[in-house]
């Protein structure tokens, strides 16, 4: 299992502004996943990208994952104060390892 | 939807004691992991659990930890002498197939407080 590394370890954003987030990773993965925490919650899954895939769309979100330079981007469009969170990916071995993550504050 | 559950979802007790935390996974899974998470701090892996044995343990994972499958519904979590610094949010969580190809479904998480 390897971590991810997420940037920026925060962002804050108003209400309809879209949210980037990035992942960067060390060695050749089979996919990647992100991640969700509300505080003092368990961990909610968002996407899976394979790594033979570039760009994945979820509702408002958008992955991307470049595996010549080993990083990967969440897009959040049009962020609702329910998405302040933190956010995490994660290349899966026989289990997840995350890393500090991306905690994003949407004001209304 | 099915989903992950753990009770209870607070534990007190003393340094020193036992405590059991218990986690029903999805009843289809067949993977199911704990994960801790020091307040403040990122969620660290413990151990992952498949066909009653461990696959995997952190460094974290010591031998005051252990897991169980003790029926084909619950997983628990004993820690046997608590220290103060195991105070912290316990996840459950679980998955159908390995978490490499296959997403983690994670319960509500249990708080334990050591005093």
């Known amino acids: 299992s390897q971590q991810g590394e997420e940037d920026p370890q925060a962002l804050s954003i108003q209400e309809g502004e879209n949210a980037t987030m990035n992942c960067s990773y060390k060695t050749s993965i089979n996919n990647l996943q992100w991640y969700r925490q509300n505080s003092g919650r368990g961990l909610v899954h968002l996407i899976l990208i394979r790594s033979n895939e570039r760009e994945k769309h979820s509702g408002r979100l958008r992955v991307t994952l470049d595996t010549s330079k080993k990083s990967s981007s969440l897009l959040i469009t049009a962020s609702r104060a329910a998405d302040t969170a933190s956010y995490f990916c994660?290349?899966?071995?026989?289990?997840?390892?995350f890393g500090k993550g991306t905690t994003l504050s949407v004001s209304s | 939807e099915p989903e992950v559950t753990q009770t209870p979802s607070h534990q007190v007790t003393q340094m020193g004691q036992e405590v059991i935390l218990r986690c029903v996974p999805i009843?289809?899974?067949?993977?199911f992991y704990w994960y801790r998470q020091i307040l403040g701090q990122k969620v660290e892996f413990l151990v992952s659990?498949?066909?009653?044995?461990?696959?995997?343990k952190s460094e974290i994972f010591d031998d005051q930890f252990s897991v169980e499958r003790p029926d084909g519904s619950n997983f628990t979590l004993k820690i046997r002498s608590t220290k103060l610094e195991d105070s912290a949010m316990y996840f459950c969580?679980?998955?159908?197939?390995?978490?490499?190809?296959?997403?983690?479904?994670f319960g509500p998480g249990t708080r334990l407080t050591v005093l």
């Open positions: 969580a679980s998955s159908e197939r390995l978490a490499g190809n296959n997403e983690q479904f």
């Open positions: 994660s290349t899966p071995g026989t289990a997840l390892i």
């Open positions: 009843s289809n899974h067949l993977y």
């Open positions: 659990f498949y066909n009653n044995e461990i696959s995997e």
